[in-house]
């Protein structure tokens, strides 16, 4: 992930900022390396888009710094910083192809025929090149600001709720855009409150709740951590007594074992076999974002 | 290139195309123009008016004594016995129109004039060769020649406006002197108005469809406010300067044309120069005013809601023009 002796793409440090004496963003620190994906993710109004403001300097932090390549946010930084904001919007009277022209060379990287072309056609929109955007459909006028966003090959990402009102093609699409991105060594951040869809994206995450950082690293070391020793299963007949099992909760599909600390995942399942149900399906129990946030949520309360 | 360049240049090209910027530049110009060829037309109705060409007038004399001076300027007088007579060569085209003078008319001073035209009324060279007609005819051998001239054309009344030293001033006045500053006062305000509202609209549009956010992730406040005043302002110039071009055309023509009260009507090339300076700065001026009221407003009608207590300070002098005048 890292290269050695390269700074982070980001760093942020210590960020606060406070609108009417309450801190929206109070004290978050955090940094993202080259080649990863990492989720901002949090509940509505936790601080997030406000967090990411600060980063593409629209908004100046109370306190704290914010490097970007290892230098200071600066106008030629932002050229490098490629950012979908969450309310999307486009010049409805721009054609697509001009769309594309003018915002890229506002980063000082006026893009090619080549690659408007190249990116149209990845995303299916090369017929509607010459098409205004307020012809578009509000699925395509999305397209074609995260095109925007990505056009002019920056080394970081930022990508605010970028799924939002996309159809199931379409988020498949840009998924498989942000993968691509990752392989060629770009920083991705991913800003969003619906937690579960960034699950399988992230490599490492910054939770934030009502301004403040809850949760910070790598996603599989967090779940690790995080984890309530359950498994779930799935099957067919009766299922009796069964040893280190201290609570029992049937959902829809599939019921989840509670084991106690000294029974491991194996030995329950050999528990199972022997007493001869038959098992569609048997996983030992993560907890999902959601799960942990909430958990982390009423912690922080108590 | 430069950032701020690139929005100059994408504001104007996006002014430049809008429908209400084509609209107002060309509407001023076209008009005038139109108010010219009405005015053209409306004149043309009421008579002939090429020049070079002898009206032939016939007339009845009832009265007696009308006999000479049937040469007046553009109009030739054929005397008819009678005006069946007069009613036929009327009917045959060898006149053009023809007049009556009745037995009374010295007493009454009443002329019944027959003409095939519709028209509003008699054509003004129609009129004085009537009327220097019968002056002639009826001071002939009472008046000496100078005299007659003079009855026909009493005064020609040349005014000269003084300063306060008793000197002639500069500015001599008068309604073309009065005219073009007063229309082109308005065609400021509207260039001024409509360029820096552009920037008031502008922005409120880029807050309302969210492109603020994504145009701040690529430039700053700064370049951005820059690049679309110089952008909108070089729009305005150009409107400014269609309108200018087609104010020293028009005056011309309508100098020309029209005559009259508009005959002085010119626009010197000074005032051209000083029109453009006027509109650069209270351009700017309004552009940075309007960037400002912008900026605060959330949307574009609350910025121009806003903006309405500088667009009314403008205006004021307007309203108190009547006073220094």
Partial sequence: ?302 | MNKTLLILRHEFAQTIRRKSFILMTVAFPLIALLAILAFQTIGGLTGPSEPGKIIEIGYVDYSGGFVDYTQQDGVELISHPSEEDATEALLADDINQYFVIPVDYLSTGIVSRYTLDRELEPPDIVWQGIKSFLISNLLDQQADAEVVERVKYPLSLASITLDESGNIAPQQGGFSAFIVPYIFSILLVMAIFTSSGFILQGLGEEKENRVMEILLSSVSPRQLITGKVLGLGAAGLIQILIWLFAARFLADMASSSIGGILSNLQVPADFLIISLVYFILGYLLFAVVMAGVGSIGATARESQQLSMIFTLSAMLPFFLVSLIM
């Avoid at chain 1, 002796?5 to 440090?13: D, K, Q």
């Avoid at chain 1, 054609?95 to 072309?117: D, G, M």
């Avoid at chain 1, 691509?180 to 920083?187: F, I, L, P, S």
């Fill in chain 1, 1 to 302: 992930m890292k290269d050695a002796g390269l700074p982070p793409t980001a760093e942020i440090s210590n960020i606060v900022k406070s609108y009417d004496h309450k801190k929206v963003v109070d004290d978050v620190s955090f940094s993202i390396e080259s080649g990863e994906i990492f989720g901002l993710i949090g509940p509505n109004g936790a601080g997030k888009t406000t967090t990411i403001r600060m980063i593409m300097d629209i908004v100046l932090p109370d306190s704290g710094s914010i490097r970007i390549l290892g230098e200071k946010i600066s106008p030629d930084s932002k050229n490098k910083i490629g950012y979908l904001p969450e309310e999307r919007g486009l010049y409805k009277k721009l054609s697509v192809w001009q769309t594309l022209t003018y915002l890229s060379s506002l980063k000082n990287k006026p893009a090619s025929n080549k690659r408007i072309e190249e990116l149209l056609r990845r995303v299916d929109l090369l017929p509607h090149k010459d098409k205004k955007i307020e012809e578009l459909s509000r699925g395509m006028g999305q397209l074609i600001q995260f095109l925007a966003t990505i056009i002019h090959d920056p080394q970081l990402v930022i990508l605010d709720e970028p799924f939002a009102n996309l159809d199931p093609v379409n988020t498949e699409l840009i998924k498989e855009i942000i993968f691509e991105m990752r392989k060629q060594g770009k920083a991705i951040i991913l800003s969003t409150h619906r937690m579960n869809e960034v699950e399988k994206l992230c490599d490492r995450i910054l939770m934030i709740d009502n301004g403040r950082s809850v949760l910070y690293g790598k996603l599989t070391d967090i779940k690790k951590k995080y984890r309530n020793n359950s498994v779930m299963v799935d099957y067919e007949g009766e299922l009796g007594e069964l040893e280190g099992v201290w609570r029992r909760r049937q959902d829809e599909g599939h019921t989840e074992l509670f084991l106690d600390d000294k029974t491991s995942p194996q030995k329950v399942l050999s528990q199972i076999l022997e007493q001869g149900a038959s098992i569609n399906h048997f996983e030992v129990s993560t907890p999902t974002l959601n799960d942990i946030f909430l958990q982390v949520a009423a912690e922080n309360d108590e």
